[in-house]
């Protein structure tokens, strides 16, 4: 405080005038900053809490001012710029009423009673002036005492603000923290599940988002940034792309999501299957705005299906020989007990007749004749326990039928890289129901598309086609044809097809094609396989259907 | 012995099989008693001859391997040949070990069973004869007196006249009547003999 008087008193040395007096306040005042950041804490606290200190503050202002006037101030200039700078002090430090406390002692002292200079008191003590004086003092100590109370106000809200800062500041951290956390945790499930995410904006065909797995999943280097959707694109088997395009274009058509599966081909060559499901996003007008969407790594679980599809194969490959082998032994059986018996009496006769007793002879002749008969009504049972074996028919739809049996073989056409046409006449007008086991149609249908799927997977050039086409023939029997892209017939093989253990692959029975003739013949239909024009082979069946049932229908 | 004391039994449960079975035995002239099932045949009081059985592996009920089973175990003794319209090889390891002659896959020539027939009745046979001597050297075994038993028990295992006397307590000259008395009833021609005897007959020799 006294470093701050001294530096007023040193600024105002040659100071008389009002306004300079002013300026001089100003200054101060200016100047409060750097003086309150001298003055100690324990004193600023002093002085804020304790009334009594304030106002003893304003009295040492005056007194001060007093001292300095009467000392020596007074003699080289006018005393009230020091009295005015006390003032100035009080309200700073001292509040409101201690600078009003020292603007009425300085009043008093300067315009009434000055110890030892009563004739500067006579001389200046004029009205005008004493009222300047007055305001003047007022005016400052008010002034000093408002911006003292808005720095105060300042300094609290700029506290607060501070504060609020400060656990804006902590909050914020703590979310990051937070949300890096989740992030880590979903990095992890991504990467747990071979799931990575994905975004890309409509209108711009620009990824918006690729996340770490998707990076891995595609192959992309983190570090080269977003893929183009170009890129992405690029990564697709190029056989795949096709059925992409067109399920993304329909997407965004209709305004829906979509859900796809397709291979992706690496760079180094490797390849993976990513089923991938892709959520629509629109703005507040309802115009689709973005696809975000997930892409997963179902490699695994698609060779997990293909061989368990595989094992199914031949698990029913074991299981119809299986069968097969068991009707052969209990065939067998059956047929050589007599035939055991036929051996045996046929040499007791022999014996018998060596022996010359022609009678036990002649018996064990006619026991072999009964034996040979006995074996003959084994056969003529197991005949025609194979033919009237009454099959359940119930009427039913060939088209129906088809398409089911091709939902059981698709994986099989996708598998081989078959594309499959159908062409099914579809009007039931035209394509009448046929009484027949449904169970029985469908092997016939399957074992005809196996067939050819098999006879196709060994053309390594060329395209693999399927095409499966239903209609009725001239005599209103139902017409399937089953026709393949495959090496085709030898004109020697068209006949021999249908024989029983005649086969023409590494592995085959050579039961199918004579099974199903027989199941197609149950059915009083027909089988026959024809070469095509082209290449490839053409396996027909026809179906007679049911007169009335047409009618009815009609 | 002669060859028609001897006996055929067949079990099979097929009839004609049966019949054409019976048939060829009778033809080389041996007797046959047919029967349809393992139960039949264990009913039936077989007369004591010589005889062996020819049974089906597959019957209904007691199957062939069964009977083969519950006839070891009640301790009758007779030699079996199998016959099977598909022998598997485990059953027929089965079979063979639980002391069967032979075992035949139909259809089988005629000399193949003819054969195992007459190989089985010799076998039958020896076997009678075997325990017909067992039997005989059992019945002279029992006509010894306790004390006899104890001397032949202690003679067998080579024990000097002096040494039994000790043992029983009595003297050598008592051991010496008691041995002759042995040697007699068993009908022995040396120690040797005796102890051949002692052997058949599965006595312990007992310290």
Same mark, same amino acid.
């Given at each position: 405080m006294l470093n701050e008087a001294k530096h007023l008193l040193q600024g105002r040395q040659n100071c008389s005038s009002p306004i300079s007096q002013v300026g001089a306040i100003v200054t101060g005042i200016w100047s409060r900053r750097a003086v309150m950041a001298e003055v100690p804490h324990y004193l600023k606290t002093k002085l804020e809490r304790s009334p009594v200190w304030r106002y003893t503050l304003a009295l040492l202002c005056i007194a001060l001012a007093l001292l300095l006037h009467i000392g020596f101030v007074g003699t080289v200039f006018r005393p009230t710029g020091v009295f005015l700078a006390s003032i100035v002090a009080a309200a700073l430090f001292g509040g409101a009423r201690p600078g009003f406390l020292a603007a009425l002692l300085a009043t008093f002292i300067v315009d009434g009673y000055v110890p030892g200079r009563d004739s500067f008191t006579a001389a200046d003590l004029d009205l005008p002036r004493f009222l300047t004086f007055v305001t003047t003092g007022l005016a400052v100590g008010w002034g000093t005492n408002f911006r003292r109370r808005a720095e105060a106000a300042l300094r609290h809200s700029e506290l607060a603000l501070r504060k609020s800062h400060d656990e804006l500041e902590m909050k914020v951290a703590e979310k990051t923290a937070e949300l890096r956390r989740s992030q880590a945790y979903l990095a992890e499930a991504q990467s747990l599940t071979h799931t990575g995410s994905w975004g890309w904006r409509v209108? $711009?065909? /620009?990824?918006t988002h690729w996340s770490e797995e998707c990076f891995r999943l595609y192959g992309f280097?983190?570090?080269?940034g977003l893929p183009s959707l170009e890129q992405w694109t690029d990564r697709v088997h190029p056989e795949d792309r096709d059925k992409r395009r067109q399920t993304v274009r329909r997407a965004i058509m209709e305004k829906a999501d979509y859900t796809l599966e397709y291979r992706v081909v690496l760079p180094d060559g490797a390849t993976r299957h990513v089923h991938s499901v892709a959520h629509a996003i629109f703005d507040s007008a309802g115009e689709l705005v973005e696809f975000v969407g997930t892409a997963m790594d179902v490699t695994e679980r698609k060779r997990a299906q293909e061989t368990l599809r595989k094992m199914q194969v031949e698990l029913a490959h074991v299981a119809r020989i299986a069968t097969l082998g068991e009707l052969t032994a209990s065939i067998a059986h059956e047929i050589n007990q007599p035939l055991a018996a036929i051996v045996n009496n046929a040499s007791a006769c022999l014996r018998w007749l060596t022996g010359q007793n022609i009678e036990e002879g002649r018996r064990s002749a006619a026991l072999v004749i009964e034996d040979g008969h006995r074996a003959g009504e084994i056969i003529k049972r197991i005949r025609s326990f194979a033919k009237k074996a009454p099959a359940p028919k119930e009427r039913i739809d060939i088209n129906q039928t088809i398409r089911e049996v091709i939902a059981f073989a698709t994986m099989e056409l996708e598998t081989n890289g078959i594309s499959l046409e159908t062409r099914l006449t579809d009007d039931v007008h035209y394509l009448p129901l046929v009484s027949a086991d449904r169970i029985q149609l469908q092997q016939v249908i399957l074992n005809l598309i196996m067939n050819a799927v098999e006879a196709m997977s060994s053309?390594? /050039?060329?395209r693999r086609e399927l095409l499966i086409r239903s209609d009725t023939d001239d005599s209103g029997a139902i017409l399937v044809d089953v026709r393949d892209s495959g090496p085709g017939l030898a004109c020697e093989d068209l006949h021999r097809?249908? $024989?029983?253990?005649? $086969? $023409?692959?590494?592995?085959?029975?050579?039961m199918g094609l004579a099974i199903c003739r027989s199941i197609i013949e149950a059915h009083g239909g027909r089988l026959w396989a024809s070469a095509n024009e082209g290449a490839g082979a053409t396996f027909h069946f026809t179906l007679p259907t049911d007169g009335a049932e047409t009618a009815k229908r009609a | 012995m002669n060859e028609n004391e001897a006996i055929v039994f067949v079990v099979d449960d097929d009839a004609a099989t049966r019949a054409s079975l019976e048939n060829l035995i009778r033809s080389v002239g041996l007797s046959v008693h047919a029967f349809e099932s393992g139960q039949e045949f264990l009913r039936v009081k077989r007369a004591e001859r010589p005889g062996c059985l020819v049974l089906?592996?597959?019957?209904?009920?007691?199957s062939g391997l069964d009977l083969q089973k519950r006839m070891a175990t009640a301790g009758v003794e007779i030699p079996i040949i199998f016959i099977s319209g598909h022998g598997d090889i485990p059953m027929t390891v089965q079979a063979m070990k639980a002391g069967a002659v032979e075992f035949l896959t139909k259809p089988f020539r005629d000399q193949e069973l003819l054969d195992a027939i007459y190989q089985a009745l010799e076998r039958d046979r020896n076997a009678r004869e075997q325990r017909a001597r067992v039997g005989e050297l059992q019945s002279r075994y029992e006509s010894l007196t306790p004390r006899e038993r104890e001397v032949m028990a202690r003679v067998v295992a080579g024990l000097l006249n002096k040494q039994i006397a000790g043992e029983l307590g009595t003297s050598e000259a008592t051991v010496k009547i008691h041995r002759h008395q042995v040697m007699e009833k068993m009908a022995a021609d040396s120690l040797a003999d005796l102890v051949r005897i002692a052997d058949r007959l599965g006595i312990a020799v007992s310290k």
């Open positions: 209108a $711009t065909r /620009e990824v280097d983190p570090k080269s053309v390594k /050039e060329g097809l249908f $024989t029983p253990f005649y $086969t $023409t692959k590494p592995q085959g029975m050579g | 089906d592996v597959r019957l209904k009920g007691l």
